[in-house]
């Protein structure tokens, strides 16, 4: 039996100094014809992890578009985020070293 009321705490990891609630935004029920935006932050070896996620998105059916930040250091830039908002449904962020 699932506790649907179980509450969860996400850290957010840019610093804030007080807890913020947010609302989960909506997720598609299947990733089956949606596209998929790929974020890599531009760490070593965050390509080798999104080429994988690539491979298993593309054998369920999604669509794959592909994104690279100019360095990890910084937010991406505007127009970048833009691209990637009007692009895409759903987006996966590469974290890994």
Not at 8 to 29: C, F, K, Y
Not at 48 to 77: C, H, M, Q, S, W
């Given at each position: 039996?699932t506790?649907?009321?179980m509450?969860r705490?996400?850290?957010?990891p840019?610093?804030e100094?007080?807890?913020?609630?947010r609302?989960l935004?909506?997720?598609?029920n299947?990733?089956?014809?949606?596209t998929?935006g790929?974020?890599n932050?531009s760490?070593?070896?965050g390509?080798?992890?999104?080429?994988?996620i690539?491979e298993?998105?593309?054998?369920?059916g999604?669509?794959?578009?592909?994104?690279t930040k100019?360095t990890f250091?910084?937010?991406a830039?505007?127009?970048l985020?833009?691209k990637?908002?009007?692009?895409?449904?759903?987006?996966?962020?590469?974290?890994?070293?």
């Amino acid at each position: 039996m699932t506790n649907t009321s179980m509450t969860r705490s996400i850290l957010d990891p840019t610093g804030e100094r007080s807890l913020v609630d947010r609302q989960l935004a909506t997720r598609p029920n299947s990733l089956e014809g949606v596209t998929v935006g790929l974020l890599n932050i531009s760490k070593p070896r965050g390509d080798v992890f999104l080429d994988r996620i690539e491979e298993r998105l593309t054998t369920i059916g999604a669509a794959v578009n592909r994104y690279t930040k100019p360095t990890f250091a910084k937010p991406a830039p505007v127009d970048l985020r833009h691209k990637i908002a009007t692009e895409c449904q759903v987006v996966i962020e590469a974290l890994a070293d």
